[in-house]
């Protein structure tokens, strides 16, 4: 399952130029794969290591959908089907969220971007690709089983079997394309996450050092 039908804007609002000059500056590494893959747990290391901002776009969705709104309403009716917000909307997300933390050096982005038209239109939006991508290759069944612990303390309502499953067939159907583009531009940098988070924070800091 794809995009899901909604009044959300598919199409992202073109930023001033003054505004897409606050977004040149910055480091911008983009953390993709699927959903338990280890991005959180990586970005919160990293962050902290390097004092980049950690930009959880599930956790910001979620957050949006939490609000009694129609909007937040439409935003939650997607995600509780495994299905993506559009890009328009999450885009705009993205860039209010990073021009509101404008003076950090660098944004670590984990969840973004779910398919290839976020993709493109980020970086025909803010007039620059990310400086790099970093993608967590890891097996769907330790996906499964890292998100359902995670659902147990109760902080996802989409960390449920029948969701996360959902969630993965999207990721899977989408994903392919954003490796492959991001490849093709050189920016795309494999990481193990199947490896001891010890060995992972290592590996990612690797490419970290070589972006500094």
Same mark, same amino acid.
Request: hydrophobic share 35%.
């Given at each position: +399952?794809? %995009?899901?039908?909604?009044?959300?804007?598919?199409?992202?609002?073109?930023?001033?130029?003054?505004?897409?000059?606050?977004?040149?500056?910055?480091?911008?590494?983009?953390?993709? *794969?699927?959903?338990?893959?280890?991005?959180?747990?990586?970005?919160?290391?990293?962050?902290?290591?390097?004092?980049?901002?950690?930009?959880? +776009?599930?956790?910001?969705?979620?957050?949006?959908?939490?609000? &009694?709104?129609?909007?937040?309403?439409?935003?939650?009716?997607?995600m509780l089907k495994g299905a993506l917000v559009p890009s328009g909307f999450v885009i705009d997300l &993205?860039?209010?969220?990073?021009?509101?933390?404008?003076?950090?050096?660098?944004?670590?982005?984990?969840?973004?971007?779910?398919?290839?038209?976020?993709?493109?239109?980020?970086?025909?939006?803010?007039?620059?690709?990310?400086? +790099?991508?970093?993608?967590?290759?890891?097996?769907?069944?330790?996906?499964?089983?890292? &998100? &359902?612990?995670?659902?147990?303390?109760?902080?996802?309502?989409?960390?449920?079997?029948?969701?996360?499953?959902?969630?993965?067939?999207?990721?899977?159907?989408?994903?392919?394309?954003?490796?492959?583009?991001?490849?093709?531009?050189?920016? %795309?940098?494999?990481? +193990? *996450?199947?490896?001891?988070?010890?060995a992972i924070f290592a590996k990612c800091c690797s490419v970290i050092d070589s972006l500094l």
């Open positions: +399952m794809g %995009l899901c039908q909604s009044r959300l804007p598919k199409t992202a609002t073109p930023l001033k130029p003054e505004l897409r000059e606050k977004l040149k500056a910055p480091i911008i590494v983009f953390m993709v *794969g699927g959903p338990g893959s280890g991005k959180a747990t990586q970005c919160q290391r990293l962050a902290a290591k390097y004092g980049f901002h950690h930009l959880s +776009m599930g956790r910001v969705l979620w957050d949006e959908a939490c609000k &009694l709104t129609t909007q937040g309403q439409q935003i939650r009716d997607i &993205l860039n209010d969220n990073m021009l509101k933390n404008e003076g950090a050096k660098g944004f670590l982005i984990d969840g973004f971007p779910r398919e290839i038209n976020q993709a493109k239109d980020f970086e025909f939006i803010a007039r620059r690709p990310p400086n +790099m991508v970093i993608a967590f290759d890891c097996s769907t069944e330790t996906m499964i089983q890292r &998100l &359902l612990l995670r659902g147990q303390t109760g902080h996802r309502a989409d960390d449920q079997e029948a969701i996360i499953r959902q969630r993965l067939e999207t990721y899977y159907s989408l994903c392919e394309p954003v490796v492959a583009y991001y490849h093709q531009n050189n920016l %795309l940098r494999n990481i +193990m *996450g199947e490896e001891s988070e010890d």
